[in-house]
Nanobody, 126 residues
């Protein structure tokens, strides 16, 4: 079992920046991938991006490409989401998740992830 804890969400003005963290503990997964998702009120959960744990290679949704960056610290078992140039439409609960498989064609599909955190709220004011 893997436990995931997100942190760093808060209220920020449009144009600002935030860094979210996702700390993993419990059974180490060693390989695989981790992803960030978000869910706004009344909307479906959507992928923000994903990072392959071993290589550090990342994929991003078009809506956040060039604004958000995913990274990881393998020694701390922690993944990060650096969010710049935030927009009101980025307002959502942000979740991190673990996929035991490192590479997938449908990396953006939440059904492919095995463990989830409880989420952290990000609110961007206009």
């Amino acid at each position: 079992q893997v436990q995931l804890v997100e942190s760093g969400g808060e209220l920020v003005q449009a144009g600002g920046s935030l860094r979210l963290s996702c700390a993993a503990s419990g059974r180490t997964f060693g390989s695989g991938a981790m992803g960030w998702f978000r869910q706004a009120p009344g909307k479906e959960r959507e992928s923000v991006g994903r990072i392959t744990w071993s290589s550090g290679g990342a994929y991003y949704a078009d809506s956040v490409k060039d604004r958000f960056t995913i990274s990881r610290d393998t020694a701390k078992n922690t993944m990060y989401l650096q969010m710049n140039s935030l927009k009101p439409e980025d307002t959502a609960i942000y979740y991190c998740a673990v996929d035991k498989i490192p590479y997938r064609r449908r990396w953006y599909d939440p059904d492919n992830y095995d463990y989830w955190g409880q989420g952290t709220q990000v609110t961007v004011s206009s």
